[in-house]
């Protein structure tokens, strides 16, 4: 492939993150709610694709022992045999590119993308329905977390902020209205000064009003976690109903978080940067990663490892729990934008060249100690 096919490629695997790096116009108010909008427009079906598996995915999750992943165009595919085959889904009632999917169970899962659009499945994936649709208010959805008891959240641009408590076949969208950050003991000085502050917060409101949230992901029954533009980084521990500004080791934005059990946990985003915390996010250090690429997302596997992909086909590996990681670079470079663990030495992977199984160098022989 020449450098400029390559380049579009990672261009198209950037239409999740498009509005990321820059404060656009602020979205149209929206008269109509995403249920009614739903319910009047038309249904454009994504249509059957020979090569479904193999164009832009962005996201990928587990239905019980099924994988399903969902991308550009309303394509969504499962896997029966943990990423080693995958087939389309029969009826998907969208289009867009699908950029977040998730499961409350093994058969009921809701997948959010562009154009607000929200989609839900009893089936495992195989078929789906529309419950909520606003291609009108610009404003795409990025992540979406299904917890228990029908609990799921839907997050994206502008701070877009949705709840269900049906399992997703209804919506309501509320505000996202975080606790500030505390200010770290000894770094008073380096913080802005109150006036600045307030500044800020009178642009950003008057352009609309909060920042993208990338990515949620859950750690426990009651604690989740949001990776937001700018540098922000989100705790709630009630299950959501309130939120708070963790303090961020880094400006630029973060595109995942990685709950490790107990305090843990990993943050990760544009250039390459990785930092761990051990406190919940009270405070942070970084990681070493050998890799500028933008890391877009991350997943367990085995015991006690951890894997992270990005753009340029790179692939993070841990074997201590995510204290240090190896760079696995893979040769092809093409985008990585999601991970699940195939088997305890291969990853399932998807992104620009759709879905694939990467297999892992073998842990390192622990050293001989030297005999007398």
């Known amino acids: 492939m020449d450098k400029a096919a390559g380049s579009a490629r990672v261009a198209a695997l950037l239409l999740v993150a498009a509005a990321l790096h820059a404060q656009p116009a602020a979205p149209p108010e929206v008269p109509a709610t995403g249920a009614d909008q739903a319910a009047a427009e038309p249904v454009r079906a994504a249509a059957p694709a020979r090569l479904a ?78 419950t909520h649709y606003a291609p009108q208010a610009l404003r795409p959805l990025l992540d979406v977390w299904c917890g228990s008891g029908g609990k799921v959240i839907a997050v994206g641009a502008y701070s877009a902020y949705f709840v269900s408590g049906d399992g997703g076949a209804s919506w309501r969208a509320e505000k996202f209205a975080p606790a500030a950050a505390p200010v ?29 949230l990338n990515r949620i992901v859950g750690a426990g029954a009651q604690r989740l976690y949001i990776a937001g533009e700018a540098g922000h980084l989100y705790a709630s521990d009630d299950g959501g109903a309130t939120w708070r500004t963790l303090v961020s080791p880094y400006e630029g934005s973060f595109f995942g978080v990685l709950p490790l059990g107990g305090e843990a946990l990993l943050a990760f985003g544009l250039r390459g940067h990785l930092y761990r915390s051990e406190d919940a996010g009270a405070s942070w250090r970084p990681i070493g990663t050998g890799t500028v690429a933008m890391l877009t997302g991350a997943a367990p596997f085995d015991a006690g490892a951890v894997a992270i992909v990005g753009l340029s086909g790179v692939v993070l590996v841990s074997r201590d729990g995510g204290h240090r990681f190896a760079l696995e670079q893979q040769a092809d470079r093409a985008g990585l934008s999601a991970v699940l663990p195939a088997s305890d030495d291969k990853l399932a992977v998807v992104g620009e060249d759709g879905t694939r199984l990467i297999g892992l160098a073998p842990p390192a022989a622990p050293a001989r100690s030297a005999s007398r």
């Open 184 to 212: 770290a003991p000894g770094r008073a000085a380096a913080a802005r000064p109150a006036a600045s502050a307030a500044a800020s917060a009178d642009e950003e409101e008057a352009s609309g009003g909060g920042y993208h």
């Open 53 to 130: 598996a193999r164009g832009l995915l962005i996201a990928v999750a587990a239905a019980g022992e099924q994988l399903v992943a969902v991308g550009d165009r309303g394509i969504i595919v499962l896997s029966d045999d943990r990423g080693a085959s995958w087939t389309q889904a029969e009826y998907v009632p969208s289009q867009a590119l699908l950029t977040g999917v998730c499961f409350l169970d093994a058969q009921h899962g809701v997948a959010v993308g562009h154009d607000e659009v929200i989609l839900t499945t009893a089936d495992a994936g195989l078929t789906w329905k529309r």
